[in-house]
């Protein structure tokens, strides 16, 4: 997969948002989402300069400019919460807990463990999005949410490549015991999620059980693909090499 071409070609494409429309949110959601958003929206502004100083430490120039891209997306997806809570008039959140306690647990590690760190957050978002993409029906935040899922399939399937790779050369019996403990941490994290962010995830129709089993299913998928290499279905909107190529010509 030439992750460049990918992240060029899904930063070209059209957003198809339509950001001249009036926000019409259904009235239960105005609150739970205005409170959930924010958090979100604070949780992808980061500059992500300690993944991109590792990944430039790996010496592999095109793995740390394709970082530099998906880093890039991760910007964009928090300019485009913040001007949804902007239409809302919701004022951006400056600083949350939760938010340091993520920073800091990552910067303790070496890349491809900050990496499992950061696709817990990613695979919590796979299913977050997809809730509130089906929990409304107005068309500026359905287009908004279903272009980030869209983008979060394709960062899912950018670090599972490069972690496979990772991964490959350790023990069946180290790659097992961090499956553990990263499914530890990923379970925290969904209980912590729900908590701060159930309220909207159950006005979207998702309840606590489906939460907790969507969620576990996209873990034991990730984890599989980077711990056990099975193989990785690629979401339809990652195009492999020549899509992307007919699609640039
Ligand atoms: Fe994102
Ligand atoms: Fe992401």
């Known amino acids: 997969m030439n992750w460049r071409r990918y992240f060029e070609w ?21 609150k ?14 980061g500059d992500g300069l300690h993944i991109r100083q590792s990944a430039l430490a790996t010496g592999d120039a095109m793995y740390a400019g394709n970082v530099d891209m998906f880093i890039g997306e991760e910007q964009r997806h928090s300019r485009w919460m913040g001007q949804i809570l902007d239409k809302m008039q ?38 977050y999005f997809r809730a509130l993409r089906d929990g409304t029906q107005d068309p500026t935040l359905r287009a908004v949410f279903n272009r980030i899922l869209s983008d979060e399939e394709g960062h ?32 925290a994290t969904c209980a912590v999620v729900w908590l701060g962010h159930g ?10 059980s489906q939460f907790w089993w969507d969620s576990g299913l996209i873990f034991d998928e990730v984890a599989a693909a980077i711990l056990s290499c099975a193989v990785w279905s690629k979401p339809a909107e990652v195009p492999d090499g020549e899509t992307v190529k007919a699609a640039a010509a």
Do not use: Y
């Open 10 to 30: 899904n930063r070209d494409r059209a957003e198809e948002i339509p950001w001249d429309r009036e926000l019409n949110v259904e009235l239960h959601l105005r």
């Open 32 to 45: 739970p989402l205005g409170d959930s958003l924010r958090q979100f929206q604070l949780g992808e502004s």
């Open 90 to 127: 919701v004022p951006l959140m400056r600083h949350h807990w939760s938010n340091d306690v993520f920073i800091h647990l990552r910067r303790l590690l070496g890349l491809k463990h900050e990496l499992l760190i950061l696709l817990v957050a990613e695979m919590i978002a796979k299913r």
């Open 156 to 187: 899912l399937a950018f670090h599972i490549d490069h972690l496979q790779r990772m991964f490959a050369p350790m023990s069946v019996l180290s790659r097992g015991l961090i499956r553990i403990v990263w499914r530890v941490i990923f379970r």
């Open 199 to 208: 309220r909207v995830l159950r006005a979207c129709g998702v309840s606590a």
